[in-house]
């Protein structure tokens, strides 16, 4: 008996040799990962060089001379923290909001019928062919009328109207089965019991990679946040990083410092939650289906 298991152990141990198609997959895969991580490996490089090495020509990939000037310069030109801060809460804010208001929106349009549902339906999908810039003229002249300009609101509430999440949380609501409603329903549960305690469990895939897209979408906005705040304590780290830039002249390797700065909270979200974001988008896929 001893014998045998030993021999089933081997087995199980040894590996089977890959296919070409294995090695051909495997290969293309490395090399679409060195095209993707180039240019952080060549922002992380050039951080590291000083501003005269930085625009020396023909350029180098490594440093003939290892120095973090460039980190300690933009931390202590810039308001990092502050601009951290800033962008956190407005990032998680926009967030937060619109999540509750698409799983509401694609929600309400999957279930319910209504008047007008077709029209109001068309006018959230021309939402998609609208580019953010064309709005940024009417958005801003509101928030002014408003009295929001240099507030947090002014730069949160602009952002949570994404027609995109809607229709991405409406589609993944139409493939949920209604019988699950149905029994809750004669279970004696109401709609908003049903939607907060059958629903939304069901949604977390979905809604992690509404959540997580919004997130990363809101910390990369430059523009609005730019057009609706002058006050230095409000800028986001994009805004941020570019005013020192502009103050300084273009500083390539405390450029790249910054840029690195900016997208490290971005690199933690997704090696963290890439599972969810795979999930999110595979239960979206197959929603409509």
């Known amino acids: 008996?001893?014998?045998?298991?030993?021999?089933?152990?081997?087995?199980?141990?040894?590996?089977?040799?890959?296919?070409?198609?294995?090695?051909v997959l495997t290969l293309l895969g490395v090399a679409v990962s060195a095209v993707i991580l180039s240019p952080l490996a060549w922002a992380l490089f050039t951080s590291l060089k000083s501003e005269t090495e930085a625009v020396e020509v023909p350029t180098h990939w490594l440093p003939k001379?290892?120095?973090?000037?460039?980190?300690?310069?933009?931390?202590?030109?810039?308001?990092?923290?502050?601009?951290?801060?800033n962008s956190l809460v407005v990032s998680v804010c926009v967030t937060v909001i619109v999540l509750f208001v698409s799983a509401l929106a694609g929600y309400?349009?999957?279930?319910?019928?209504?008047?007008?549902?077709g029209a109001l339906m068309g006018v959230v999908m021309a939402g998609l062919m609208i580019?953010?810039?064309?709005?940024?003229?009417?958005?801003?002249?509101?928030?002014?009328?408003?009295?929001?300009?240099?507030?947090?609101w002014g730069m949160i509430l602009p952002q949570c109207a994404p027609a995109a999440m809607v229709y991405i949380l409406y589609k993944f609501f139409q493939g949920v089965p209604r019988e699950l409603e149905e029994a809750?329903?004669?279970?004696g549960a109401g709609r908003w019991r049903v939607f907060f305690t059958v629903i939304l469990p069901l949604s977390r895939p979905s809604l992690a990679a509404v959540g997580i897209f919004t997130f990363i979408s809101s910390w990369n906005n430059f523009l609005w946040p730019y057009m609706v705040t002058n006050n230095p304590d409000l800028m986001t780290m994009p805004n941020g990083i570019a005013t020192v830039m502009n103050s300084y002249g273009i500083q390539w390797a405390q450029l790249m410092a910054g840029g690195l700065t900016a997208g490290l909270p971005l690199i933690i979200v997704f090696v963290f939650?890439?599972?969810?974001?795979?999930?999110?988008?595979?239960?979206?896929?197959?929603?409509?289906?």
């Not at 008996?1 to 090695?23: D, E, L, N, Y």
């Not at 309400?108 to 549902?117: D, S």
């Not at 809750?184 to 279970?187: C, G, Q, R, S």
């Open 65 to 85: 001379d290892w120095t973090g000037q460039a980190w300690s310069a933009i931390f202590e030109n810039g308001n990092i923290t502050n601009w951290f801060v």
């Open 108 to 117: 309400g349009f999957a279930r319910t019928e209504f008047r007008g549902k």
């Open 1 to 23: 008996m001893s014998s045998t298991a030993a021999q089933i152990r081997v087995k199980s141990r040894t590996r089977r040799p890959w296919t070409p198609s294995q090695i």
């Open 131 to 152: 580019s953010p810039a064309v709005l940024g003229v009417p958005l801003f002249t509101t928030v002014q009328q408003m009295g929001m300009v240099d507030t947090y």
């Open 184 to 187: 809750a329903f004669i279970d």
């Open 273 to 289: 939650f890439q599972r969810q974001i795979v999930a999110g988008v595979a239960h979206t896929g197959l929603a409509g289906q």
